[in-house]
């Protein structure tokens, strides 16, 4: 059972909607990230979040905007999307340290139309 | 350049035997992490194994050990006896960052592994 849940796992969206993903996690974890995952291509780091404060900000355009109320929630507000947008959107958590391990949610699915 | 190479897009085994999963890294950090994780099709991205780059032993989780060697900057995966389950994408990824923040993954490629019966 995972202690990083994801909301929705799939999600089909217009270039005009705007709509936002869930991330919640249960471990007590100080740090949570949100990953973009396309096609054959390696994971990108997009944000990186520790103690509700933005850390990093991986040159993510604007249409991503993430969120983060408290160490257990983070959401990615998503609006004008491009089709290229399409791709799995991981959240993840950990302590904050170097030997740390980072957990992963299942994921969201993202098609843009 | 690069700071994760996974050298194997595929790679085939037959259950019950071993599999050796190749990964090289690059950076110029004196401490750094490895890590590797397992992606079914379903999406998910499981946990697997860790080694430290100060860690003097080989790391192991059961039927995985990190194949460590690092003047060679490799990090290799090795599954033995192998089961039709372990059939996966795999990913070899490295943390960069210091104690006080929460540190990047760069992660490789990853290498589709298929576990003939």
């Known amino acids: 059972e995972t202690g990083v849940t994801q909301t929705p796992r799939h999600l089909v969206m217009g270039m005009t909607n705007k709509k936002s993903l869930k991330c919640e996690q249960h471990l007590g974890h100080n740090a949570m990230y949100w990953y973009k995952q396309s096609a054959k291509k390696p994971l990108e780091l997009m944000f990186v979040?520790?103690?509700?404060?933005?850390?990093e900000n991986n040159s993510v355009p604007s249409r991503f905007s993430p969120e983060c109320p408290n160490s257990s929630h983070l959401f990615l507000h998503l609006h004008t999307l491009q089709p290229e947008d399409s791709a799995l959107y991981l959240c993840a958590s950990s302590p904050l340290g170097t030997r740390e391990t980072q957990y992963f949610g299942p994921g969201t699915r993202l098609l843009v139309l | 350049a690069q700071k994760i190479t996974q050298t194997q897009p595929g790679m085939f085994v037959q259950e019950k035997e071993a599999v050796t999963l190749d990964c090289t890294y690059d950076t110029s950090d004196q401490s750094y992490g490895l890590f590797w994780y397992k992606q079914p099709s379903s999406g998910e991205m499981i946990f697997l194994i860790y080694q430290g780059s100060y860690d003097e032993q080989n790391a192991t989780e059961g039927r995985y050990s990190l194949n460590f060697q690092k003047a060679r900057k490799s990090a290799n995966l090795v599954i033995s006896a192998s089961q039709l389950g372990d059939s996966a994408m795999y990913f070899c990824?490295?943390?960069?960052?210091?104690?006080?923040?929460?540190?990047?993954?760069?992660f490789g490629e990853g290498t589709q592994l298929t576990v003939n019966p």
């Open positions: 979040y520790n103690f509700k404060e933005q850390t």
């Open positions: 990824a490295m943390r960069e960052g210091g104690e006080t923040s929460g540190s990047r993954l760069t």
